[in-house]
């Protein structure tokens, strides 16, 4: 009868280990943070950001790959000291004529004209008066680069569609347009 009850008894322990056993999920996991990751939804917001949105600022003073500051602030004191100190990094051996025609052409040839002379094709049909000749001018490969970048008047910044390099080929080029004139 001792027997009965131990026998008993065990299948009673096994069936009560067992029933509350999950093939699917383990009862004791090593980090169980590895196996179960929180996820988290595209553009949703979420308790991971302080500010409770969707991501973070950059850190203050960070500079993206890549990018090089540009010193000279948007400001006419700023385009005369561009005017005055600012020099072209490219030499004689990294302007590309080609390309350079070819970015202004695109981007400048349409208002200044293709010769540099003020009579692009805007000009022609009267919707933008006033555009000057680059002849007429006092300017210098530092102060092109400037306008570029931050626009003067009413041209627009070039800063978004031009890199910083083909900023520089583009103030080459007007500079040429300009002996020739």
Known sequence: MKALYKIALLAVASVSFTACHDKSEPNYQYMPNMYEPVSYETYAESAAFPNGKEGQLPAKGSIP?????????NS???????????????DSTGFDAPR?????????????????????????????????S???????????FHVV??????????????????????????MQLRSKL
């Open 65 to 73: 790959r890549g990018f090089t500051p540009y010193e000279y602030e």
């Open 149 to 174: 970048t931050y626009g003067l008047n009413s041209m627009g910044s070039h800063a978004n569609q031009l890199s910083q390099e083909e900023r520089w080929q583009v103030a080459h080029h007007v």
């Open 134 to 144: 680059y002849k007429d001018r006092v300017i210098t490969e530092g102060s092109v």
């Open 76 to 90: 006419t004191a700023g385009y005369d000291l561009a005017k005055a100190n600012l020099k072209s990094p490219i």
């Open 100 to 132: 350079a025609e070819q970015l202004f052409t695109i981007y400048c040839a349409i208002c200044h004209g293709d010769k540099g002379d003020g009579k692009g094709n805007l000009v022609k049909r009267e919707k933008f008066l006033g555009v000057p």
